[in-house]
């Protein structure tokens, strides 16, 4: 009798009640709001507090924000009930700390990765934040800090771990996260253009695809029929 998946999966940008009830269907461990207006993923507050309302217990809400002021997270932690804030900007460990100690809740800091110069942000981060999630760098002319479809090579994960829990993002896909995850260790990922149809619009089949994927190279799990 297989045991439960040891691979967590992040369904990041959802913006309905509805995607929130595919990805608890499929096996989500943790979805994501979006506030950041220039993505296609964006979620006004009230939207966001509906989609959070509709998780099931269990599912780990996560609140998206990029270099936020104070008076954004006011507003949005008292509206939306989350289980986690995602730092997706410019914030430095100082500004993580702040974060935590504001919205008492845990924290998890994006850091981009692109090349070898970049690994010291990630252990300076992992020192700071609860949870580091490990992203590709965007291009010079991309609008968004993430959600772009873009990897990086995974090699430069290989052997690399922290003392807290990270988790690994960018152009991640069906297609391709087992071999992420054989590659880097990972034991979870994130996923938000990967199971779109279109930006913003997530598709049901792909959250399937994408979790039975990641769940199903992990020690020999498979979800039942």
Not at 15 to 22: K, L
Not at 58 to 84: C, E, S, T, Y
Not at 128 to 147: C, E, F, K, N, S
Request: proline share 8%.
């Amino acid at each position: 009798m297989p045991g439960a998946p040891s691979t967590h999966v992040k369904i990041c940008g959802l913006r309905t009640p509805g995607d929130v009830a595919s990805a608890a269907r499929a096996g989500a461990a943790y979805v994501g709001f979006v506030f950041y207006p220039p993505s296609p993923r964006s979620l006004t507050i009230e939207e966001a507090r509906t989609a959070a309302l509709a998780a099931p217990p269990g599912l780990a809400k996560v609140g998206l924000v990029v270099d936020a002021d104070d008076d954004l997270l006011d507003a949005i932690l008292a509206r939306v009930p989350l289980d986690m804030l995602q730092a997706h900007g410019t914030e430095t460990p100082e500004r993580v700390a702040q974060i935590r100690a504001r919205s008492g809740l845990p924290v998890m800091k994006a850091v981009a990765l692109g090349g070898p110069e970049d690994l010291p942000q990630l252990d300076l981060h992992a020192r700071a934040a609860d949870q580091i999630l490990v992203d590709a760098r965007p291009t010079a002319d991309a609008a968004l800090p993430g959600g772009n479809g873009l990897a990086f090579d995974w090699r430069l994960l290989v052997g690399r771990r922290w003392a807290g829990p990270w988790m690994l993002a960018g152009g991640l896909t069906a297609a391709n996260v087992a071999e992420a995850i054989r590659l880097t260790g990972a034991t979870q990922v994130d996923v938000s253009s990967g199971v779109e149809s279109a930006p913003g619009i997530k598709d049901p089949d792909k959250m399937v695809a994408f979790i039975d994927a990641a769940q199903e190279r992990d020690h020999g799990f498979r979800k039942p029929a």
